[in-house]
T-cell receptor, first 111, second 114 residues
Framework: DAKTTQPNSMESNEEEPVHLPCNHS???????IHWYRQLPSQGPEYVIH???SNVNNRMASLAIAEDRKSSTLILHRATLRDAAVYYC????????????FGTGTSLTVIP | ETGVTQSPTHLIKTRGQQVTLRCSSQ?????VSWYQQALGQGPQFIFQ???????GRGNFPPRFSGLQFPNYSSELNVNALELDDSALYLC?????????????FGEGSRLTVL
């Protein structure tokens, strides 16, 4: 299982952008990069995913390095509701829905 | 659109007992996967069911077993419970055909083994 490395914790001020980094130096050419987040007392929630190009959706943006060995999840304006554990996960192209979560980054948003 | 629902939300068992956890998948989803999340850890993949058959399994012993029913709902069974089985058990549904990798999780069943 391809592994990812994330900082254990990060802090951000409310209404400021947040950049959550993820290293995945062993990524293979067909692995997708997924981000999920888990709010307290809830199951994980899909945030965004990509393969090679940067991606945007209503929740966040995903910036993928040219060599694909790292990526960054960008929350454009952090709110208190964004306080959660963020997981960066690699999924094999033919891996179905088998995700291998690490310990993620715990994001604290300061009012 | 009904989301993923799990039952029971909390339960307590003693070592050696057996437990069955249930999951109703989101409407239109034909794939269910189960995850175990110990306190302070990320979820760990147990197995996945598609068309009533197991089609992927993580590093869990055979005493963890499951079923998927024709309506795509699912059960997770754990026999001979051990103290380390205490965890939050999460069910996630998806549509394998879409292959987007977007899982929809329930809120989990918290199992405590004494």
């Amino acid at each position: 299982d391809a592994k990812t490395t994330q900082p254990n914790s990060m802090e951000s001020n409310e209404e400021e952008p947040v950049h959550l980094p993820c290293n995945h130096s062993t990524i293979s050419g067909t692995d997708y990069i997924h981000w999920y987040r888990q709010l307290p007392s809830q199951g994980p929630e899909y945030v965004i995913h990509g393969l090679t190009s940067n991606v945007n959706n209503r929740m966040a943006s995903l910036a993928i390095a040219e060599d694909r060995k790292s990526s960054t999840l960008i929350l454009h304006r952090a709110t208190l509701r964004d306080a959660a554990v963020y997981y960066c996960i690699l999924r094999a192209y033919n891996g179905g829905n088998q995700f291998y979560f690490g310990t993620g980054t715990s994001l604290t948003v300061i009012p | 659109e009904t989301g993923v629902t799990q039952s029971p939300t909390h339960l307590i068992k003693t070592r050696g007992q057996q437990v069955t956890l249930r999951c109703s998948s989101q409407s239109g989803h034909n794939t269910v996967s189960w995850y175990q999340q110990a306190l302070g850890q990320g979820p760990q993949f147990i197995f996945q069911y598609y068309r009533e058959e197991e089609n992927g399994r993580g590093n869990f012993p055979p005493r963890f077993s499951g079923l998927q029913f024709p309506n795509y709902s699912s059960e997770l069974n754990v026999n001979a419970l051990e103290l380390d089985d205490s965890a939050l058990y999460l069910c996630a549904s998806s549509s394998l055909a879409e292959n987007t990798g977007e899982l929809f999780f329930g809120e989990g069943s918290r199992l405590t083994v004494l």
